[in-house]
């Protein structure tokens, strides 16, 4: 059975974008989880950007919806904007930081670059994509 994924796409007053480094495996991500019962999927991005880096944002806009099939599950990208907070580390995040779009960090979730485009393009409507390929697990293994 599918697990609802939510991603938070989190834009700075700048134009950037915050994200997460992991320290299993040791790759920047977007803050992010699933979608736990009884939860909407907006709900479920504040609150694990909340537990992940410490922020309280509000959610602008969905911003694309991601197909992982068949090695995946699917996933909702929203587009949020700071409401209260400044980053701050977790059991989750080793490190945070801001990045320009067109300079992401080269050890990043490999579908992650395509879904900041999508929510930092132009155009309020979502896309729809497919993202097929191996679990960030499997790429990126446990030492």
Do not use: K
């Not at 992010?32 to 944002?57: H, M, Y």
């Not at 945070?96 to 132009?122: K, T």
């Amino acid at each position: 059975m599918a697990v609802l994924g939510v991603n938070a796409v989190i834009l700075g007053s700048d134009g950037r974008v915050l994200l997460a480094l992991r320290d299993r495996p040791p790759i920047w991500n977007l803050p992010g989880g699933s979608v736990e019962p009884g939860e909407t999927p907006w709900d479920a991005a504040v609150r694990e950007v909340r537990e992940e880096v410490g922020l309280d944002v509000a959610v602008d806009r969905l911003a694309g919806v991601y197909d992982r099939s068949p090695d995946g599950d699917p996933v909702l990208v929203f587009a949020c904007r700071v409401f209260s907070g400044e980053p701050a580390t977790s059991a989750e995040a080793v490190r945070v930081d801001w990045f320009d779009p067109s300079d992401l960090p080269s050890a990043i979730n490999p579908y992650q670059p395509q879904r900041i485009a999508d929510a930092v393009g132009a155009g309020p409507a979502a896309v729809l994509r497919h993202q097929p390929g191996p679990a960030v697990r499997e790429l990126y293994p446990d030492p």
